[in-house]
Structure formats: C-alpha cells, structure tokens
C-alpha cells in the first residue's frame, strides 16, 4: 500500500552558543567524506533527559563503534520538542555559526532554513549509502524539496497515542481492552473517571496542548478535513472547526489545573504512571519513559489511537542535516551514515520508542508497541503532525500555538478560530 506522507522535508531549529563545536578544518562539505573523519563532531539536540536521552546514548554508542577516531560532543538542550532550542540555533545559523549537525522534526519546519540557504543539499551522500533504497520511497519523496534532499530522518514516530494507567481505569468501571471508538464515547469515560475523584487527562504546557489540539481535530474533521487545514481546502472558520474548538475546550476541562505550570511532556506522562492521572495524550517517546521506568503494557498501562483517529497514523520524525558552515563536515556526514544505518537505528528506535525508518533494521526485540506500530505505518492513511513540525513552516505554528495557548486561559472560541482563520490565510498555499 502507498504510504501517504505529508512532509516537505526534515528539521527544525535549536540553539546554543556553539563556539568551536567541531573539530574539522577548511574541506568544503561537498568534498569531504565520512571515512576520513577524525576530531570532534558537535551535535545539536533536544535529548537532553530521560529516555531521549538514553536513546541517543545508544546511538552515540553505535556511532563510536563505527568511527572510533571521532569524538562525540554533545550538544543538548532541554526541551521537549526542541522548544527552549530552536529560536536560538536559528540565531546561530543566521550569525554563520552552526553546529556540526543538528536535530529537527522531519516536515515543513526545515523549509525557512532551506530558503535561506543555510543546509548543504545530502543527495549525494543519499546515492553513496544507498539510502534511498533502504527508506520507503515516499518519504524520501517527501524529504525532496526541489530535486534535493537536506535531511537523514533517524526514526518515526506516531502522535495520536492515549496512554492510560490500567488500575485507575478499572476503577472507574472501564474496561482498559475497550477503548471508545469515538470523542463523545471517550468524553463520557473521562466523566466516570472525574467521578471518582481522579485526573482524567493529563497535559503539560505550551507544545503538549497544540499536540492535543491536532489530536482533536483529527478526530472532528478526519483525515481529509485535518490535510485541508495546511493546504487551504478545510476552512478554518467554517462549522466543523467550530464543532472541533468546542470538543478541545471540552478536553481542557478534563486536565489538571497545574497543566501551564509543566514545562515538558515528562511529568503528566508520570500523572498517568503515578495512578493521579487516566489519560495522556502523547507521542511514543512515552512508550521509553515507562518501559524505562519498569511499567508493564497489559498490566500497568494500555495505548490506543486518539479515540476518532482510528486508522489514522500522525506522523513526525526527528532528521539530522549537514549546515553549510559547519566546522568538521567530514564529522557530520560520519554521524548522519550512523544515523541512516539499519544498526544504528535498530539500536536508537528500540530504545527511544520510534520505528525504524531504515526498512532493512532488524526489530525483532522491539517492543509489542512498537510491533503494532510498524504494522499500522505500513496500513493507516498518514497524515503530518502539527505540532511537531511535520504540517506547517516553524512562523505559522508559532502564530498558531500562541492563539491556542491564549485560548487555554479565556476560553474564548469565537476569537481563538477567527485567529486560526487569519493565521491560516496568512500561510497557506
């Protein structure tokens, strides 16, 4: 079956003050090759905690192997979702100051460092590690802008997942084998949860409630409905948007009152794992916290699509690029051939949650989770997740988490689609 994935092509932005981040000299990146490699290679991510962190530090390991004459530095920053680190890379960018390689969401967030001429083009080093014969030929459609390719995706991951504590479940008489089909069904267990005195949804602050946002209107519209807010075809302001506010203020009702207070994913998913919580709307990078942690599928949590995406899989990816600039290019395309490699996303993906998007990675001891989420890739209809930088330039997610963000403390629909409606007359093509 054609995989139907909505990406322009990989990354995002992050920041910090990279001085003298690599260890290369004065070898145009064109010319320079993996195999002579040699120094430091700074990399630029958001893995800076938890079980992202222990991700890369799988990848690191198999990066070490490979190029034992390069030194890993690591340039993390904390973030979920790169969020305290990419107005600050793009600064770097724009000062001529770029890390060796850095991390991004695969999509349309990459576009403004594109034009702005800021990424070597790697369809060269695509040709020379027969990548794309190793990832699912749309996607490396979707990573080519204009007959480049800027990007090496490093795994997928899928945004419309409900986690959900068994325990608290069935203490609220619902069966956790059974989840509703649909936002009304799964609203209606959300109020015999809030009976029994408990969270029935957690969420955190700024990028977690855009994510739940997107969820909600996938659910209301379908996938077509929700592609047709990024291209001009769904309204903004016409009814089914209306209807799909209304559902998500509807959802906020449901969440903890601390939720602008959590800055990162990482606690309200342990909401759910601590029993204070049901629900948590999140991406599964969750499914590393809790097989981290020691929580078992089955027992301790279940998953389920967002009730009403149903067959649909919410897509991003994080992409690694080579900036031009960069101080040890020879470092960076010795990171992005471990990053492209069957081992060294099979080692990465089993531990940060994702699925390979190397086809040839063996997952044989990957999770139950992850198993089911290969086989729904390769069924559902895919669609660009929103907030993670798959659907839209990084401007017009910007404008838009801001209005949705405001709507979270008034409550206001009327003014949160018509900002949604200006915001998306504004960018959409």
Known sequence: MRRRISMLAGVAALGLTLAACGGGGETPAEDSNAQDASGNVGVFTWWADGSEKAGLDALVKVFGTDYPDVTFDNLAVAGGAGSQAKSVLAAQLKAGNPPDSFQAHAGAELQDYIDADQLEDLSSFYTDNDLTAQFPADLVDRLTVDGKIYSVPSNIHRANVVWANVE??????????????????????????????????????????????????????????????????????????????????????????????????????????????????????????????????????????????????????????????????????????????????????????????NTTAKTDDFSEYQKSAIADFGQDTIVSSLAHGAAVPVAWLNDLSTAVSKFGGDKDIDTLQSSLGDIGEKFAK
Do not use: C, H
């Open 168 to 357: 608290v479940l069935k203490k609220a008489g619902i069966d956790p084998e059974k989840p509703a089909e649909d936002l009304e069904g799964w609203f209606a267990d959300m109020d015999k949860i809030k009976a029994t005195g408990t969270i029935p949804l957690a969420v955190a602050g700024s990028w977690t409630q855009v994510q739940l946002f997107e969820n909600i209107l996938l659910a209301s519209l379908g996938a077509e409905g929700y592609n047709g807010l990024w291209d001009g075809s769904t309204d903004w302001k016409g009814a089914e948007v209306t209807d799909a506010i209304k559902a998500y203020e509807k959802a906020l009702s449901y969440t903890n009152t601390d939720r602008d207070s959590l800055s990162d994913w990482a606690p309200a998913t342990q909401l759910v794992q601590d029993g204070a919580a049901a629900y948590n709307v999140m991406g599964d990078w969750a499914e590393a916290k809790f097989a981290q942690d020691g929580d078992k599928p089955g027992v301790d949590y279940v998953y389920f699509p967002t009730p009403g995406t149903e067959g649909v899989f919410d897509f991003l990816a994080d992409s690694f690029t080579l900036p031009k600039g960069a101080p040890n290019p020879a470092g960076a395309k010795a990171w992005l051939t471990t990053i492209g490699s069957a081992e060294g996303q099979a080692a990465f993906n089993k531990v940060k949650g994702s699925i390979p998007a």
